[in-house]
């Protein structure tokens, strides 16, 4: 906790130091951003220069990086653009790169992208990634451990790649190809006994590569895929893993992604967003770090409150409503409340017999109005565990 508040701390006193070396701003204009503060303190008076809103806009941001108790650094770098100058018929596209380390070893350097053609007629969905990530882990089902079993160490490489072609309206059918490689394999046992991560890979520690197509089905009525303000999205991915297409051992998946959101006012930013996940593998029995895990879903955003990985069997059922709303009148401040219930399947039975809530509240502040990109300051709480997320996106 002492590590959140002196992070906390030194970010709202570099903030407010800002304002004595910045012209004057105007903190009641509804063009108010973070952007243009940071501008009117490092460019000066003659080459500042209203711009209209391009197809392309930017945002960086190096933050601490506390997912939980383990401390880090993230840098959040995203852009959105569009592929057409018709905003109307053609959808907000999103590149989001944030690599990240933490004091204990981790080094992820994820890249993913959501894609629109003109007139929506196709959608690219990306995922790659390089990792090394220890890890530590808890058990299998949904009676895990309190206390860490062992640390996992590999290095990992991820390649998702989806093509999905519009049908009518907002929905689309798509196929792609995803692959996960998992190398230099080693475990640190941290209890006496044999370790649930032991056991169910039966004592083999050997690389793993998870190969194979995915189908898809999308619906998607988002106009702004960083800030949702309404519409509904839902996502639908069957997985076949195949030797055929290079896989070590053949397995299957489901992963359904559905989420609503809802505005309760014209004028202000009131939204209510709701969001059930479930994912599932069977058929087949794939590596322990195939296996479902909260906050392992492809953004990584499952799972507030709950260290990532700390439940994880064969399938995982997810459900979180958050508010959304203004605390300024521009916008330029906003804050959130959240609840989410989370639970992993007895391993081999697909049964859902214990269930874990988390609750947690987070501050918004404007940080480009051009994309309504918002710094996302995120606090989370649930038994035994908590997490603190800094970002450029929302949750879902």
Not at 143 to 167: C, G, L, M
Not at 201 to 215: K, V
Not at 221 to 238: H, M, V, W
Request: glycine share 8%.
């Amino acid at each position: 906790m002492g590590f959140i508040k002196r992070s906390l701390l030194l970010f709202f006193v570099v903030t407010s130091s800002f304002s004595s070396f910045s012209q004057k701003i105007d903190f009641r204009s509804d063009s108010l951003d973070m952007k243009h503060i940071l501008k009117s303190i490092f460019v000066k008076n003659d080459t500042v220069k209203n711009k209209e809103p391009g197809k392309i806009a930017f945002s960086l941001m190096p933050a601490p990086d506390m997912k939980s108790a383990e401390g880090g650094l993230v840098v959040s770098f995203v852009t959105t653009f569009f592929l057409d100058e018709n905003h109307e018929t053609t959808k907000m596209s999103e590149v989001y790169f944030t690599p990240t380390t933490s004091f204990s070893g981790q080094y992820s350097f994820p890249i993913q992208s959501y894609i629109y053609t003109k007139d929506n007629k196709y959608n690219f969905i990306g995922d790659y990634r390089y990792m090394i990530y220890p890890q530590f882990t808890y058990g299998l089902g949904g009676n895990s451990s309190k206390n860490p079993q062992s640390e996992v160490h590999y290095q990992q490489i991820r390649f998702y790649q989806f093509a999905t072609r519009k049908i009518k309206g907002n929905f689309g059918l798509g196929l792609g190809f995803q692959l996960d490689n998992y190398q230099d394999i080693s475990e640190d046992v941290e209890i006496e006994g044999q370790t649930d991560f032991n056991k169910y890979q039966g004592g083999d520690y050997s690389n793993e590569l998870s190969s194979g197509i995915a189908f898809q089905a999308l619906y998607d009525s988002r106009k702004n895929i960083l800030n949702p303000k309404q519409g509904y999205y839902f996502e639908a991915d069957y997985r076949i893993n195949s030797k055929a297409f290079g896989s070590d051992t053949e397995w299957k998946s489901i992963y359904i992604d559905a989420r609503k959101y809802h505005s309760f006012s014209e004028t202000r930013h009131k939204i209510l967003a709701t969001r059930v996940f479930y994912w599932a593998v069977f058929d087949g029995k794939p590596h322990y770090l195939d296996l479902p895990s909260v906050g392992w879903d492809r953004y990584g955003k499952t799972g507030r409150g709950f260290t990532r990985n700390r439940y994880r069997s064969n399938s995982l059922l997810y459900t979180e409503a958050e508010y959304r709303t203004d605390i300024t009148k521009n916008g330029f401040l906003g804050a959130v409340f959240y609840g989410n219930l989370s639970s992993v399947s007895n391993l081999d039975s697909y049964r859902f017999d214990n269930w874990t809530p988390a609750v947690g509240t987070g501050l918004r502040i404007k940080w480009n109005k051009v994309n309504d990109c918002n710094l996302v300051l995120d606090y989370g709480v649930s038994k035994d565990d908590w997490t603190f997320r800094v970002a450029l996106s929302e949750n879902f």
